[in-house]
């Protein structure tokens, strides 16, 4: 995809038209974009299409998980979300009732985080021009303290929560394996879809000391700490042992012949911290209601391994986590 698109668009576009001047844009590949307001305020905007099979999960569906995941994106870039437009385009002869309960979903998100709805666009395909239903979200927000994703010798990696949730459910149902699944009939295991406002206030209450902050959505938490290392030239250590995974992600996924590491997460923050705050900040987040939030890696200066992301596994070992070549799980968000 990144090969893809560098060809297709990045290359493409001029340095001078890759952003507003003053902000950010696709010069900087993060989860959205900054422009500026005045008065040392920006404007943060992200656009996402949203095209999970099946459409509903446990845990959501595809209209929560489009509310969410773009509201996301603006929070991880240091912004309160403060409204959304949707685009929906279904296939004809899609149930009304199925889509009565999406757009119920997608509303309910908004509501809860305060975020208006102020526009959109809805259309109908013919039947075999697109698969059931697609939704295409932006999402508006602002703010005085922009996270652009530049981590540093250092720093602190924290995960908020365990990771890998989400992909680990919509594998198993593409499997066909959800009625055999017994953690995803009892609920124990169900999408981790959700927005990440609580983390605002870490970011304003740590400003500046927050160096980098993504959600692992495609290609998981192997796919954002790639990224990181190689846009910094640095190397990002992980210790395997500290990184949350549920103990039936971490046993189906082994059983399937998938990283867990590479599953997709639709409510988890990934955060490189300054090493000065980092205690303190994993403290404040417990407080803020991400009990598992733990420090799992740092990053670090090393001309070896420099743009690598490395595992130190239990037995005192290391493996490099390679970044992800595909999609294990298609279509997932």
Not at 184 to 203: E, F, Q, T, Y
Request: aromatic fraction near 6%; glycine fraction near 12%.
């Amino acid at each position: 995809m990144q090969e893809l698109l560098s060809k297709l668009i990045f290359a493409r576009v001029i340095d001078e038209l890759k952003k507003v001047k003053g902000g950010v844009g696709i010069d900087k590949l993060d989860d959205g974009a900054l422009i500026p307001i005045g008065g040392n305020e920006f404007l943060v905007i992200s656009i996402d299409s949203y095209t999970v099979n099946p459409p509903f999960f446990p845990g959501g569906s595809i209209g929560s998980l489009a509310a969410a995941g773009s509201l996301n994106d603006v929070i991880m870039m240091g912004g309160r979300p403060i409204a959304q437009l949707d685009s929906i385009v279904v296939e004809e002869g899609f149930p009304l009732d199925d889509l009565n309960i999406i757009v119920e979903d997608f509303l309910k998100i908004l509501r809860e985080e305060d975020v208006a709805l102020i526009g959109g666009d809805f259309k109908v395909m013919p039947k075999g021009h697109i698969d059931r239903i697609v939704i295409t979200t932006v999402a508006l927000g602002r703010t005085s303290n922009p996270v652009v994703d530049e981590v540093k010798p250092g720093d602190k990696i924290i995960v908020s929560d365990y990771v890998g949730d989400h992909g680990a459910v919509i594998m198993l149902l593409q499997m066909g394996l959800g009625d055999r699944v017994e953690e995803l009939s009892s609920g124990i295991l169900k999408s981790d879809v959700k927005p990440l406002s609580r983390i605002i206030a870490l970011m304003e209450r740590y400003k500046g000391g927050i160096h980098a902050s993504r959600d692992p959505t495609r290609g998981g938490l192997a796919g954002v700490l790639n990224e990181w290392a190689k846009s910094s030239g640095l190397v990002i250590v992980l210790e395997e042992s500290k990184i949350p995974i549920r103990d039936s992600v971490e046993r189906y996924s082994e059983m399937l012949g998938i990283d867990p590491l590479y599953l997709a997460s639709e409510g988890v923050a990934v955060l490189s911290v300054d090493p000065a705050i980092a205690e303190e900040a994993l403290e404040y987040m417990w407080k803020l209601g991400f009990e598992n939030a733990r420090v799992v890696g740092e990053v670090r200066s090393s001309e070896r391994f420099k743009g690598y992301v490395l595992a130190r596994t239990p037995v005192g070992g290391f493996r490099i986590i390679e970044e992800p070549r595909g999609e294990l799980v298609p279509r997932i968000c």
